[in-house]
């Protein structure tokens, strides 16, 4: 049975809240640049390729997912880990102050040396983020208990979204603003994301890590590799939990150019961005109400199958709309489905992974759904050869047979059914 807020262990409580401090600022603060909406408007003001637009939001991803592996190899011998969280969520706030600054400053004078310099600063954000995500799942399975999980999540991104909504008025504002010249609009945005990082990290920074009683004994990258490998062979559930999110993931061969098709087929302006934004926001938080409690008490497996039939209904939605309005729906089901997923999949993975592998199953999860960054590289090509309505239908087949993967995963032991 539970334990109530007042029963649970002090380091429980504190991390608790040190965690939903973090969730909520980086929530609101990604708002300001979300990399679905505001970024892609910001790249179309560079170029009109969508493979390029795609190629982008490819690099932002990969530079996240890929160094996984590394990083829990180094990170799982040692026995204090919480020293390369804070170093890591330092470099990644420091990013995107850089970022704001020379985008506001110099970005109509020298624009390809800005995007260069763009890509680079938001790729080293990523690549501190692989670092960071190790040690933070680490503490916070550690930590917090599975019963609580849920509603760890739930919270930090209910009030986070509260905040981002907050944030997709000022974007609204800001983007909508003629007196704003671009890009110096965007360069706003992106220092007031390098600002709200700076309380979520606070909060990040100050959690708690447990004693260790022993430490792993160093191995070389090979035997981590095949230790890996072993794993998935052994871990039949967490595998196919996997193959469902790859697949699930393939909603983003088209969510990049969403807010760029109603902009240019549908003729909404600019600042429906902001519009978006708000209505993905107030989508999510709604349904934070929803999940959080729906996965401590039915278990992760009904999270994710649930997720996976919204996913489902996005492409079949957007292949319908002809007024910028039917895109209200579908940043509704996004911002629905994009909660659920997040909640669905990392507890399942919390639910697996043993206390002494859990860097490795943090790892193996980020590596192995990298080519789930590929997939806007992927459907810019395709959208700039046959248009958006077929990459749609793509989605849809796609993300249906992750529904039925989906049908067919196991709770692991010892949680809700």
Same mark, same amino acid.
């Given at each position: ?43 179309? $003001?560079? &170029? ?5 637009? !795609?190629? /982008?939001? %490819?690099?932002? @991803?990969?530079? +996240?997912? *890929? ?73 916070? $399975?550690? &930590? ?5 999980? !849920?509603? /760890?999540? %739930?919270?930090? @991104?209910?009030? +986070?979204? *509260? ?255």
């Amino acid at each position: 049975m539970a334990k109530r807020w007042s029963e649970q262990d002090p380091v429980f409580r504190w991390n608790f809240v040190m965690g939903f401090i973090h969730g909520v600022f980086f929530r609101a603060g990604m708002a300001f640049s979300e990399p679905n909406t505001v970024l892609p408007l910001f790249f179309s $003001g560079y &170029t009109s390729s969508r493979l390029v637009i !795609g190629l /982008f939001a %490819a690099i932002f @991803q990969l530079a +996240g997912l *890929l160094p996984q592996l590394f990083a829990a190899h180094k990170i799982e011998k040692l026995c204090k880990r919480k020293p390369v969280l804070v170093v890591s969520i330092i470099v990644r706030m420091v990013c995107w102050g850089i970022v704001g600054v020379i985008t506001y400053a110099f970005g109509r004078q020298h624009p390809a040396g800005i995007l260069v310099l763009f890509i680079f600063l938001l790729a080293l954000f990523n690549v501190a983020g692989a670092f960071a995500v190790i040690p933070f799942y680490d503490v916070i $399975g550690r &930590t917090i208990t599975p019963d609580w999980r !849920g509603r /760890f999540w %739930a919270y930090r @991104q209910f009030v +986070g979204g *509260l905040l981002a909504i907050g944030a997709a008025a000022v974007v609204h504002r800001i983007l909508g603003n003629p007196d704003i010249p671009f890009p110096k609009n965007y360069g706003i945005l992106f220092f007031l994301s390098f600002l709200s990082l700076g309380f979520a990290y606070l909060g990040l920074g100050s959690v708690k890590e447990p004693e260790r009683t022993e430490c792993p004994e160093p191995a070389p990258f090979t035997h981590f590799l095949r230790q890996a490998g072993q794993t998935l062979r052994r871990q039949t559930a967490f595998a196919r939990a996997i193959a469902v999110e790859l697949l699930a993931g393939s909603l983003f061969l088209s969510l990049p150019f969403y807010v760029v098709y109603a902009k240019e087929s549908l003729g909404s302006s600019a600042s429906v961005a902001g519009t978006f934004v708000g209505i993905q926001t107030g989508a999510a938080i709604l349904s934070n109400l929803f999940w959080g409690r729906f996965n401590d008490r039915k278990g992760s497996r009904r999270v994710i199958q649930v997720a996976l039939f919204a996913d489902l209904l996005i492409p079949l939605v957007a292949l319908l709309a002809h007024h910028e309005w039917t895109f209200y729906f579908v940043f509704a089901l996004i911002g629905f489905y994009t909660v659920g997923a997040n909640i669905g999949f990392s507890n399942f993975m919390l639910d697996v992974a043993p206390d002494a592998e859990r860097p490795r199953y943090v790892s193996l999860r980020g590596s192995l759904t990298a080519p789930v960054a590929l997939y806007p590289v992927l459907g810019g090509l395709l959208m700039d050869l046959f248009g958006f309505r077929l990459v749609l239908a793509v989605v849809a087949v796609l993300t249906l047979l992750g529904f039925g993967l989906a049908l067919g995963l196991r709770q692991p032991t010892g949680q809700t059914s």
